[in-house]
Antibody
């Protein structure tokens, strides 16, 4: 059974950092591109980043480029999102999602349940 | 402001059909596949349609998608109260080198 479980969310002050994790099971992380998508209160889905299946290519939304970094540990079957210089606009539920194939432009087939990040002083 | 444009809300009675539109441009919908997602509060979004018109495994045939030029549509027929949710279209934007979503459409089954 394919599962994605996010963790690492919490309350953090503006300007601070946080690292989210996405533990995957039931599939080989090296065969799929993996994305991060967030959902802020009262707003729509907001794509954040995608990491290619081989980990060599990363694409980011303009709003997080230069502050967020996506990476992964194949041995631990875990995807990470390092978030720096957080602002209140980053407050959201963060989801990790697996693409349909290895193509990073593909649809997002499997989603986790999300982890809440609250940026507040 | 979202790159893809969806109506904020649609509504219909049980048993009827609704159509949700999604409008973009040649950098996104015009040259890439469109997918559709259902999002219920407190849960991860669920893939309904991929590659414009292919239903994801386990998705009822009441859900169907199509694309023409720079627009796409999601049709939901024989509406049920359990279909009440937010629906999003998504695709890749070649100019932005980023995935993009529509602003979401809230479906109310009256």
């Amino acid at each position: 059974q394919v599962h994605l479980v996010e963790s690492g969310g919490g309350v953090v002050q503006p300007g601070r950092s946080l690292r989210l994790s996405c533990q995957v099971s039931g599939f080989n992380l090296t065969k799929y591109a993996m994305s991060w998508v967030r959902h802020a209160p009262g707003k729509g889905l907001d794509w954040v980043a995608v990491l290619s299946y081989d980990g060599t290519k990363m694409f980011y939304a303009n709003s997080v480029r230069g502050r967020f970094t996506s990476s992964r540990d194949n041995f631990k079957n875990t995807l990470y999102l390092q978030m720096n210089s957080l602002t209140t606009d980053d407050t959201a539920v963060y989801y990790c999602a697996r693409t349909f194939t290895s193509n990073w432009t593909d649809a997002l087939e499997i989603w986790g349940q999300g982890t809440l990040v609250t940026v507040s002083s | 402001q979202s790159v893809l444009t969806q109506p904020p809300s649609v509504s219909a009675a049980p048993g009827q059909k609704v159509t949700i539109s999604c409008s973009g441009n040649n950098s996104n919908i015009g040259n890439n596949f469109v997918s559709w997602y259902q999002h219920l509060p407190g849960t991860g979004p669920k893939l309904l349609i991929y590659d414009n018109d292919k239903p994801h495994s386990g998705i009822f045939d009441r859900f169907s998608g199509s694309k023409s030029g720079t627009s796409a549509t999601l049709d939901i027929s024989r509406l049920q109260t359990g279909d009440e949710a937010d629906y999003y279209c998504g695709t890749w934007d070649t100019s932005l080198s980023a995935a993009v979503f529509g602003g979401g459409t809230k479906l109310t089954v009256l």
